[in-house]
């Protein structure tokens, strides 16, 4: 796959850009280490800070007052009843930086408004048979500007919008039943380029599983593994890896980008057909087909009505298929990466995703471990958001964290 195109970085907002000395230079990546390691523990008083960051109680007493002053950080109430001078912790200020989140998938998009403390402030969603790009674009265009009028006096504070979308969104258009034209027309568009036409700020682009990866490596399972296989499940399925608490791409980006894997070996001849992917077994749109074939609502794939009369049956096929391929999927991740676990998650209720885990798990016993670590199957915790957010998370990562890697975490 070709992944798209990059339009020239648009520069950062005053307050947010580089200082210029090597001196300064340091200065600024000491105030990323210290926001970093608020953001992890959630509060904490400047002796924690200086423990945990290794810098002096003098540097730590200059930086959180900077901090403080640009609106970055507040100091919360006394904390008294201990030993010593009662201690005050300092905590992440949500409103002092934004970040819009787009995700655009091919049954629907959402735009998040996403704060400092990676809270989601706004929601904006969009369903769709399919993204026309002549009704998509103006559409993204004008939930940008909504999200953005609503920081009001705020609005200053916002440091970039990050997109998250396949990287041929038209892929696999005939599963779909879509045109060539279609298919094309969505695979010739440079979607960063385009958002950037239609704001002011840094955009940036990545895969919308990856996104979704990120998201997870951020704010949920992330914080407690640092080696992990993300599998999310969407229309069609996707996923991530982690390794070393970073996101690892690949050569060409693609990094577990699962969907492809075949689930059987090919034929020796070569008129036969090739192997099924996991794809076509563990993707909703599998499940979309069921309830279509008949007579229901294909909708219900992505919500609560799935485990419900009249849905639940065809579900629980889904979930029988889907299952075996996933496990299918872990053992051959596992035997090739060394990981503390295999995270699971997707845009769909988390009762049928506890239900596809728990199957998968039950999957899992049915092949032979022999010469492997058995796998750690756990579901993520961020849901059908992940996508979204991971695009909201990558700017607020870009100007406030301290390593230009994505995503290391700086933890005790």
């Given amino acids: 796959m070709t992944p798209p195109r990059h339009a020239t970085p648009v520069e950062p907002p005053a307050l947010l850009r580089p200082r210029g000395s090597n001196h300064v230079g340091m200065r600024q990546f000491n105030e990323r280490v210290v926001l970093q390691a608020i953001r992890l523990n959630g509060s904490l008083p400047k002796a924690d800070l200086a423990r945990l960051t290794g810098l002096t109680a003098q540097t730590i007493g200059l930086i959180t007052t900077r901090l403080e ?12 009843g201990r030993i010593g001078q009662p201690s005050v912790p300092l905590t992440l200020n949500p409103n002092g930086a934004f970040a819009i989140g787009i995700k655009v998938g091919r049954r629907s998009a959402d735009w998040l408004l996403v704060d400092f403390a990676g809270q989601v402030r706004l929601r904006h ?12 674009l103006p559409a993204m265009a ?19 919008v990050g997109v998250a979308a396949p990287f041929q969104l038209g892929g696999w258009h005939r599963m779909l039943g879509l045109s060539d034209e279609q298919s094309e027309e969505w695979n010739q568009i440079d979607l960063r380029a385009q958002v950037q036409s239609m704001t002011d700020v840094p955009v940036s682009f990545a895969k919308d599983t990856s996104a979704a990866c990120v998201a997870e490596l951020v704010q949920g399972r992330g914080r407690d593994l640092k080696n992990f296989l993300y599998l999310f499940v969407d229309t069609f399925v996707g996923g991530g890896l982690v390794i070393n608490s970073h996101l690892h791409g690949g050569v ?34 599998e499940l979309e087909q069921r309830f279509t074939a008949h007579g229901l ?19 629980q096929g889904w979930i029988d298929n889907a299952a075996n391929a996933l496990a299918h999927t872990v053992v051959s991740g596992t035997a090739f990466l060394d990981i503390d676990a295999v995270v699971v998650d997707g845009s769909f209720s988390r009762a049928l995703l506890a239900q596809l885990i728990a199957a998968t798990q039950a999957a899992l016993q049915r092949y032979n471990w022999e010469g492997l670590w058995n796998a750690n199957v756990i579901a993520g915790v961020v849901g059908p958001d992940a996508r979204a957010l991971g695009g909201a998370l990558m700017p607020l990562h870009a100007n406030f964290a301290p390593d230009q890697d994505l995503f290391l975490k700086t933890g005790s």
Avoid: C
């Fill in 69 to 80: 002053e640009d609106g970055l950080i507040l100091k919360q109430d006394r904390v008294r």
């Fill in 125 to 136: 969603s969009l369903d769709y048979v399919f993204p026309d790009a002549s009704t998509l």
């Fill in 142 to 160: 004008q939930h940008m500007q909504t999200l953005s009028d609503e920081l009001g006096d705020l609005r200053d504070r916002l440091v970039g």
């Fill in 252 to 285: 060409h980006g693609n990094a577990g980008a699962v969907a492809s894997l075949p689930m059987s070996l090919a034929h020796a001849s070569a008129q036969a057909t090739p192997p099924e992917q996991l794809i076509r077994l563990a993707s909703l749109w």
């Fill in 297 to 315: 609502n294909p909708h219900a794939a992505y919500d609560e009505r799935a485990l419900q009369p009249p849905f639940a049956e065809e579900t």
